[in-house]
C-alpha cells in the first residue's frame, strides 16, 4: 500500500518500506507511514538511493567519502522537512499585499512630484537615514565608553609625545656641549629671609 492509501489504518505490526529513499517522503507523509502501528514498525530505506541522493546533493569534484553518518543525517533531513502548504487564503493575502504595494507607489509618486515641484533633492532624506543607520544603532552608553577610551589614548600619545620631545631636546644639548645642572632647592633660602625679615 502507499503511505497515502495506509493512512487511517491501524495494524499490529508496519512495515514502511521505502524503496526509492526518502526523497520522496516529508515530514506530514512520514507522520502517518510511521503511525500505523499499535506495537512495532519496521523501517526500511534503500541505501543505493540515500547515497545517489547525498552525492547529488554536494559539490561537483568533491570526493568526501560519504559515511553512515550522513545518510542517517539525509534520511533525517528528508523526513523531517515541512514544507509549506498553499491555501485558498494565500489568495487574499497576496491581493492585500498586491493593494498595500500599490498605495505606497501612489504616496511615493506624490512625495516625489511635491519634492520636485519645491526644488529638492529627491531620496536625499533616505540616503542620509541609509548613511546613519549604522551608527544610530549604537547605544548612547557605547558612545560614552568610546569617548573615554579615545581620551585617555589620546592622553597618553601627547605624553609619550612630551617625553619624546624632552629626551630630543636633552640629546640635542648634550650634542652641543651643554651638560644641565641639577635643579637647586631655593626653598631653605626663601624661608631663611622671610625669618630675617620678620626679626626686624
Known amino acids: 500500500m502507499t503511505i497515502d492509501a495506509a493512512q487511517s489504518v491501524n495494524l499490529r505490526e508496519h512495515i514502511n518500506a521505502m524503496p526509492r529513499g526518502t526523497a520522496p517522503v516529508t515530514g506530514f507523509t512520514t507522520y502517518v507511514a510511521e503511525s500505523r502501528h499499535v506495537s512495532q514498525c519496521w523501517t526500511f530505506v534503500a541505501e543505493a538511493a540515500l547515497r545517489e541522493a547525498e552525492q547529488w546533493s554536494r559539490p561537483l569534484g568533491d570526493r568526501t567519502a560519504i559515511t553512515v553518518s550522513d545518510l542517517y ?25 498586491y493593494e498595500e504595494d500599490r498605495r505606497d507607489w501612489i504616496r511615493t509618486e506624490y512625495e516625489n512630484d511635491r519634492a520636485a515641484q519645491a526644488g529638492q533633492t529627491l531620496g536625499k532624506g533616505a540616503r542620509k537615514k541609509r548613511e546613519r543607520k549604522g551608527f544610530d ?9 568610546l569617548g573615554r577610551k579615545l ?50
Not at 73 to 97: C, E, F, N, Q, S
Not at 159 to 180: E, H, I, L, S
Open 73 to 97: 543525517d539525509r534520511m533525517a533531513a528528508d523526513m523531517g522537512r515541512h514544507p509549506y502548504k498553499a491555501l485558498a487564503i494565500d489568495l487574499v493575502r497576496h491581493r492585500l499585499a
Open 137 to 145: 544603532a549604537v547605544k548612547p552608553e557605547q558612545w560614552d565608553d
Open 151 to 200: 581620551r585617555k589614548a589620546a592622553y597618553a600619545t601627547q605624553n609619550a609625545m612630551d617625553r619624546a620631545n624632552k629626551a630630543a631636546r636633552t640629546t640635542d644639548m648634550r650634542k652641543q656641549g651643554y651638560v644641565p645642572q641639577p635643579v637647586q632647592d631655593r626653598t631653605s633660602g626663601v624661608q631663611r629671609r622671610f625669618d630675617e625679615g620678620r626679626e626686624r
